[in-house]
């Protein structure tokens, strides 16, 4: 009996701990490996810390990480700015047929591949797309407008990349709320404004906390969404790890790169669940 | 004639085609205790919404102390709600619950703490304060629910079945904490339920909700012993049942011939019933005198004598069943705690008797 039982939880543990072992952690080990070695001569490799370095005193590095950082916490700011009154409107007030239409909805988008729908965004901001004419047949523009290829093509589409991940957690959380709790709250005199920030906002909160460190994740090693709406020079810190690998050759410090990526997202999400006084088992429990 | 604290005129309240509040008018003196009692979806909880400020009235007005509140919205209206669960904030402490409605005033910080700490007082849980909703009992949270809303000092507190939750213990108990803390704080309660103990138990008047329509409003005792509907009295207690025809009418006095064949009388208490309608009889069971021998209810002018079929033995509610020799259907009646009917079982012979003025007669609904 508590043999077959250790079999069966075996059973269960196996594929999780090959999925974790084979595809991250001995990747990783191997990329941390890497990004120590530095070339000294042809298949000639010396143990240091020349790539970590090199990332710390190359300005244009150094800038793509932090500008990388900073547009994607705007990009979860935004997310969670729009996704919260939809994910409200869903979970608090639309009732039956009218939520299930709602929630679907969000999700449509995500039944084509993350290519088509960036494409699409393409089609509506190219020179020669629709924004364009129709501002070109309005009489508000006199010339082609460009606005692919600058920061906020690229904002939109990682807001619009992400918003279904957001939304979700969100509506999960804003469901568990008792409308009566919302209730007692004008009941007792509080206004709208009032209610949503001390009794809303505070019950949503392990939501809108596990929402935001998705989408930032999705944002942050998001490589398409920045390269094909920002163009080429978009300065997207995936795209610089993308090309120390595929177009330079430089394993060593495209490895070194992608550590840097991999504490930068961990410390800014320690940070925030830091700061908002939540735990990752309550956000993801 | 002081000014009653709530009264809600001609309040009527139509969703789509149906009528959930169908032209109801009272008032509610101050300071008294007012339930409405009815069984689930009879409109009560609509009533309680319209007067919280939650749903407008098709129809009617609300007035609380003189005063029409139908343009004033729920957080600015002078009655508060205790939610059938209660509804505290989880994510505030107690003290910041009692407190919300306070700060929400703008009152100065100093006051809100005295002010907590006294209500905290008043409810006997002074030191409670910082813990969080759920570390707190059944009805704790109860009395806190209570204190959150009268620490605003309404006109008038809402009540929504706010014991449904606990446990029969504690539900009893609280009934008289309830009344208890009513008397302390001398506040109007508006208490909808459908249980009728609570209902009868706590209230100075009680009004009977069915199908969108007051049944009959007014002491409990009334209630009970007079109804005046046929609803009433099955709604209200329990009653043994018979429909059958009334074969004579003599002032209140009638005689009805069952369905089953037994004569029996009862009174109409001022109803219009005249020879031949059909109408049923409601006899409580705790007005039947069970006696060993047909001496013992020779006085009675409705007798019937019979065997015990069950013992429904349930503390001092203990009541037996017993069919007559002449009819088919059981009869309820209420075993006295006495002792002489300690060794009564099944198949005894048994004899019963009650008055005709007990026999409470309504004309027969249709169906």
Known sequence: MQAAHRLGFLLLVTPLLLWLGLLIIIPHIDMFLVSLRERVGVGEYATSLANYRSFIEEPLYLMTFARTAVMSVMATALTLLIGFPVAY?????????????????????????????????????????????VLQWAGLADAPVEML????????????????????????????????????????????????????????????????????????????????????????????????????????????????????????????????????????? | ????????????????????????????????????????????????????????????????????????????????????????????????????????????KPEITHKVGEVLERIGLPDIGTRRVEELSGGQKQRVAIARCMVLEPDVLLLDEPLGALDLKLREHMKIELKALQAAFDTTFVYITHDQSEALVMSDTVAVMNAGRFEQMGAARDLYYRPETAFVAGFVGDSNRWRGRVESVDGDALRLRSDSGLALLGSRHGRALSDGTTADIYVRPEAIRLGHSPEEVAHFDNRLSGTVTSLLFNGAASRILMRPIEGSEEIEVALPQSGEFAHLERGSDVHVGWSSDQGNCFAAEAG
């Open chain 1, 89 to 133: 409107y869903i979970a608090k007030m639309a009732r039956g047929r009218v939520r299930s239409a709602l929630f679907l909805l969000c999700l449509v988008p995500f039944w084509v591949s993350e290519l088509v729908r960036t494409f699409g965004w393409m089609i509506l901001l190219r020179e020669t797309g629709l924004f364009s004419s």
């Open chain 1, 149 to 285: 290829y600058n920061d906020a093509a690229i904002m939109v589409g990682l807001v619009y990349t992400s918003m279904l991940f957001m939304v979700v957690p969100l509506i999960t959380t804003l469901d568990s709320l008792d409308d009566a709790v919302i209730e007692a709250g004008y009941d007792l005199g509080g206004s709208g404004p009032s209610i949503l920030r001390e009794i809303v906002i505070p019950h949503a909160m392990p939501g809108i906390v596990s929402g935001s460190i998705v989408v930032f994740m999705l944002s942050l090693g998001n490589y398409l969404t920045p390269i094909m709406l920002g163009g080429k020079d978009s300065l997207w810190f995936t795209e610089l790890i993308y090309s120390q690998f595929i177009v330079r050759f430089n394993w060593e410090l495209g490895a070194a790169f992608g550590f840097m990526l991999l504490i930068l997202s961990s410390v800014i999400v320690w940070g925030t669940l830091r700061v908002t006084g939540q735990t990752l088992e309550k956000t993801m429990g």
């Open chain 2, 1 to 108: 004639m002081t000014q009653p604290d709530l009264a809600c005129t001609h309040l009527t309240k139509r969703f789509g085609d149906t009528t959930a509040v169908d032209d109801v008018s009272f008032e509610v003196p101050p300071g008294s205790f007012f339930s409405i009692l009815g069984p689930s979806g009879c409109g009560k909880t609509t009533i309680m919404r319209m007067i919280a400020g939650f749903l407008a009235p098709s129809d009617g007005d609300i007035r609380i102390k003189g005063r029409s509140v139908l343009d004033v919205a729920p957080n600015k209206r002078p009655v508060n709600m205790v939610f059938q669960h209660l509804a505290l904030f989880p994510m505030m402490n107690i003290a910041d619950n009692i407190g919300y409605g306070l700060r929400r005033k703008g009152l100065p």
